[in-house]
C-alpha cells in the first residue's frame, strides 16, 4: 500500500491577520508555519493504511524552500519519503499547481514503475480555500476521486470513502488507484515521536524545481474584512458578574 | 443577452436556500440582461418550479442518466458543460457548499476552465471576457480582489454574504432534460444514501452553543460547560485545541475546519478567539465571552465580557439559573 499525501505550506496566524504595505501578502515576520489540519489528517490517515497494510507514505510539496520543515514534520509522524517542488513565486494558482504536482507524481510513478495506490490530499487548503487541486490532479491522472472524506476504508484493491452531507451518509466506491480529499476529524494525528524526530532530521529530501505557468485568476489585493473592532462590554469579574450574566441571558430571551 | 448556467441543489421539495443565494449572484453578473438555466439532479416538484421561476431561471435542465440513483458529481459537471458548450455561457455557478465546490472542480478539470472559489462578487467587464470578483480566504477571515479571464468563468457562492433576491422580471419557463454521457468510472463515483442516526441538537443549527477552549483545562472541565448547554437548550462547541487534545470529539469543533454556527448566542469560554475559530461563530448574533485574560483577541469580537475563570464563573452560572428557575 503506498500513499502519497500532498501538504501546502501556510502561516500559524492567530489572533489577527496583518497584512504588508501592498496589501497581497500576509505580514509573517512573527509567524511560524504548518499546514491545514485537513492535510495533517491526510497524512496520519496514510501513515496508518502504511502501518496496516505495509508499504509506503510520500509526502510532497511545492513551494518555498523553507517548506522542508513541514515534509520533516510529516516524516516525524511516520512519513518515509519526501519530495519538494521548490519554488521561490508564492503566485502559483490552483492550475499551475495541478500541472506542477501532476508531473511530480508522474515522475516518482515512472521511477518506481508502479502508481501510488492511493494520493491523498486536504479537502481544501488553508490560505487560498481553491477547493480543487485535488480533483484536479485526479482527472489528469485518469483516476477516480471522492473529496471530503471523513472515513475511509482501503482493501481488496478498492477504496471505501463515506463523508455525510446535510444528514445523508454518502458513500464512495472507487477502484485503486485512486486520490481522496479528507477533512479533519477523519482521525486524530498523532504527535512526533522522538526517533520520528531523528529520523526527520536524517532523510534527505528529494528536491525538484517547477515551471510556473500563469494563469487566468489573478489576485489584485488582499484585506481583512471589516468587522467592527468593539470592546466587549465587561459585565464584571469573577463570580460577581453572574448576576448581571443572568440578567442579559433574559434580555437575550435565552432563559426565562 | 448572456447566459449563465446554476448547479441548483434541492432537498424535501425545495430549493436549497444557499442555491436561491447562487441564483442571485448568477442574475448580477452581467449588466446586460442575463438568461439563467438551472441544472437540478431530479425531476422538480412544482414548488421547485416556482421557486425557480420566480428567482428568474427560464430554463431547468433536469439530469437523467440510466443507472444513477444518487448525488453523481462527474455526471453532474458533465451536465452543466454540455448546457454552458451549447449556450456559450458566460459562467457557471454553484453555492459553495460541499456538493457545489466539488461538481464545479470537476467542470473545471474536465474544460481545463478556471474555478474561483467562494466568490462573494463577481461582475462580467463588459466588452470583455474578464470578470472582476471578490472572494472568501482563510474561511472569511481575509478578503480577495482578483480578477478572472476566462471563455467561460466558472464561480462557487459563499451563500452568506449574498442574500437571496427573487427576480423583478420572473418570466417563462421551459423544463427539458440532459443525458449526458457517462462512463464506467462516473458510475463508480455515485453515492449511496443511507440516514444518519439522531446526533441531538445539531450544532449546526443550534440557537445557543456554549463553546470550551483550551482554558476549561481538561475533559473534566467540560461537565459543567454540559450542564450549561443543557440548560440553556443549547449545544456544546469546542476549539481545536480541544479535539486535538482528545479532550472532545471532532464534530463539536467550531471554525474554519470544522463546524460554522450562527446561533442567536455564543458563549465562548477559556477560547481565545484566533481567527480561524471566529470564521465558525462570527455570524453568531450576541457573543459573550468568559476569560481570564483581558487582552485575548475574543475580548474585541465579543459583545459582552466576563473576566475570570470558565472553573469559578461557569458553576456558579448553573446554580444562579436552577435557583431562577426553582423559585419561579
Ligand atoms: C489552518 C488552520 C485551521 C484552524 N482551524 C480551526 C478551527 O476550525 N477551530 C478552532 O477553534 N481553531 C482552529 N485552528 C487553531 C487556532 O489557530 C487556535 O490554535 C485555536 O482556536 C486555539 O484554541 P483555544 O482558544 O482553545 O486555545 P488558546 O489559544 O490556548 O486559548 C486559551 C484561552 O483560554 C484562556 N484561559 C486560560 N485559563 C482560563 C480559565 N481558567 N478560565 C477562562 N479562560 C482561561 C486564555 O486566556 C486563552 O485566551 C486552526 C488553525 C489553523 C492554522
Ligand atoms: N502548494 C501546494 N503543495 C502541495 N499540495 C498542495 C499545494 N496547494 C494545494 N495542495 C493540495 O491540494 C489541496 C487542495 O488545495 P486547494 O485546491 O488549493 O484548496 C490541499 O489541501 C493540498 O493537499
Given at each position: 500500500m503506498d500513499v502519497l499525501v500532498c501538504v501546502k505550506r501556510v502561516p500559524m496566524v492567530g489572533g489577527r491577520i496583518a497584512l504588508q504595505g501592498d496589501r497581497r501578502r500576509l505580514d509573517t515576520s512573527l509567524l511560524g508555519f504548518t499546514v491545514s489540519p485537513h492535510e495533517e489528517c491526510a497524512v496520519e490517515e496514510g501513515v496508518r493504511l502504511s502501518e496496516a497494510a505495509g508499504g509506503s507514505v510520500t509526502v510532497l510539496t511545492l513551494g518555498p524552500p523553507e517548506a522542508v520543515?513541514?515534509?520533516?514534520?510529516?516524516?516525524?509522524?511516520?512519513?518515509?519519503?519526501?519530495?519538494?517542488?521548490?519554488?521561490?513565486?508564492?503566485?502559483?494558482?490552483?492550475?499551475?499547481?495541478t500541472r506542477a504536482i501532476t508531473r511530480a507524481i508522474e515522475g516518482l510513478e515512472a521511477e518506481r514503475q508502479s502508481p501510488f495506490d492511493l494520493l491523498l490530499f486536504g479537502?481544501?487548503?488553508?490560505?487560498?480555500?481553491?477547493?480543487?487541486?485535488?480533483?484536479?490532479?485526479?482527472?489528469?491522472?485518469?483516476?477516480?476521486?471522492?473529496?471530503?472524506?471523513?472515513?475511509?476504508?482501503?482493501?481488496?484493491?478498492?477504496?471505501?470513502a463515506r463523508r455525510t452531507y446535510r444528514g445523508t451518509e454518502e458513500l464512495f466506491i472507487l477502484a485503486l488507484?485512486?486520490?481522496?480529499?479528507?477533512?479533519?476529524?477523519?482521525?486524530?494525528?498523532?504527535?512526533?515521536?522522538?526517533?520520528?524526530?531523528?529520523?526527520?532530521?536524517?532523510?534527505?529530501?528529494?528536491?525538484?524545481?517547477?515551471?510556473?505557468?500563469?494563469?487566468?485568476?489573478?489576485?489584485?489585493?488582499?484585506?481583512?474584512?471589516?468587522?467592527?473592532?468593539?470592546?466587549?462590554?465587561?459585565?464584571?469579574?469573577?463570580?460577581?458578574?453572574v448576576p448581571p450574566l443572568v440578567e442579559l441571558l433574559v434580555k437575550l430571551g435565552v432563559i426565562e | 443577452m448572456s447566459t449563465v448556467v446554476c448547479y441548483v441543489e434541492t432537498e424535501n421539495g425545495a430549493v436549497l436556500d444557499a442555491s436561491l443565494r447562487a441564483l442571485t449572484f448568477a442574475r448580477g453578473l452581467a449588466a446586460e440582461a442575463t438568461e439563467v438555466s438551472a441544472l437540478i439532479a431530479g425531476p422538480p416538484g412544482a414548488d421547485v418550479t416556482a421557486q425557480l421561476q420566480s428567482f428568474g431561471v427560464t430554463s431547468i435542465c433536469v439530469l437523467s442518466a440510466g443507472g444513477l440513483t444518487g448525488y453523481a458529481p462527474l455526471a453532474l459537471a458533465?451536465?452543466?458543460?454540455?448546457?454552458?458548450?451549447?449556450?456559450?455561457?458566460?459562467?457557471?455557478?454553484?453555492?459553495?457548499?460541499?456538493?457545489?465546490?466539488?461538481?464545479?472542480a470537476h467542470l473545471g478539470a474536465l474544460t481545463g476552465l478556471e474555478l474561483a472559489a467562494n466568490c462573494t462578487k463577481a461582475h462580467l467587464v463588459e466588452g470583455e471576457r474578464r470578470f472582476r470578483l471578490v472572494r472568501q480566504r482563510w474561511g472569511g477571515s481575509l478578503i480577495e480582489e482578483a480578477v478572472l479571464s476566462a471563455a467561460t468563468g466558472l464561480f462557487s457562492v459563499a451563500a452568506d454574504s449574498v442574500q437571496p433576491v427573487p427576480s423583478p422580471a420572473a418570466g417563462s419557463l421551459a423544463v427539458s432534460e440532459i443525458a449526458p454521457q457517462l462512463d464506467a468510472l462516473d458510475l463508480a463515483l455515485q453515492a449511496l444514501e443511507s440516514p444518519e442516526e439522531s446526533p441531538g441538537i445539531s450544532l449546526a443549527s443550534a440557537k445557543v452553543v456554549v463553546s470550551g477552549g483550551r482554558g476549561v483545562g481538561g475533559p473534566e472541565g467540560f461537565a459543567v460547560i454540559e450542564e450549561l448547554a443543557a440548560l440553556l437548550g443549547g449545544a456544546v462547541g469546542v476549539s481545536r485545541v480541544v479535539t486535538s487534545l482528545g479532550w472532545r470529539p471532532h464534530r463539536e469543533q467550531v471554525?474554519?475546519?470544522?463546524?460554522?454556527?450562527?446561533?442567536?448566542?455564543?458563549?465562548?469560554?477559556?477560547?481565545?478567539?484566533?481567527?480561524?475559530?471566529?470564521?465558525?461563530?462570527?455570524?453568531?448574533?450576541?457573543?459573550?465571552?468568559?476569560?481570564?485574560?483581558?487582552?485575548?483577541?475574543?475580548?474585541?469580537?465579543?459583545?459582552?465580557?466576563?473576566?475570570?475563570?470558565?472553573?469559578?464563573?461557569l458553576p456558579a452560572l448553573v446554580d444562579a439559573i436552577r435557583a431562577r428557575r426553582s423559585s419561579c
Open positions: 520543515e513541514q515534509l520533516r514534520t510529516a516524516i516525524s509522524v511516520g512519513a518515509h519519503h519526501a519530495l519538494l517542488l521548490e519554488t521561490d513565486r508564492d503566485d502559483f494558482g490552483p492550475l499551475a499547481t479537502n481544501e487548503a488553508a490560505d487560498t480555500a481553491d477547493y480543487q487541486v485535488g480533483v484536479r490532479v485526479a482527472h489528469a491522472l485518469g483516476r477516480p476521486v471522492a473529496t471530503g472524506i471523513k472515513h475511509l476504508e482501503v482493501g481488496g484493491g478498492s477504496a471505501r488507484p485512486a486520490v481522496v480529499t479528507v477533512k479533519e476529524g477523519i482521525n486524530l494525528p498523532r504527535y512526533p515521536s522522538l526517533p520520528g524526530r531523528m529520523r526527520a532530521k536524517k532523510t534527505v529530501v528529494a528536491t525538484l524545481r517547477p515551471t510556473y505557468e500563469a494563469e487566468g485568476l489573478e489576485m489584485r489585493s488582499l484585506a481583512v474584512p471589516t468587522t467592527e473592532r468593539r470592546s466587549a462590554e465587561v459585565l464584571g469579574h469573577g463570580v460577581e458578574a | 458533465k451536465a452543466l458543460a454540455a448546457m454552458a458548450s451549447r449556450s456559450e455561457a458566460a459562467a457557471v455557478v454553484a453555492a459553495a457548499t460541499d456538493h457545489g465546490n466539488e461538481v464545479l471554525g474554519q475546519t470544522g463546524t460554522r454556527v450562527a446561533p442567536d448566542l455564543y458563549l465562548a469560554c477559556g477560547i481565545s478567539g484566533a481567527v480561524q475559530h471566529l470564521a465558525g461563530c462570527q455570524s453568531s448574533k450576541h457573543m459573550v465571552a468568559v476569560n481570564t485574560d483581558p487582552s485575548a483577541p475574543i475580548m474585541s469580537r465579543a459583545d459582552y465580557a466576563v473576566i475570570g475563570s470558565v472553573a469559578e464563573v
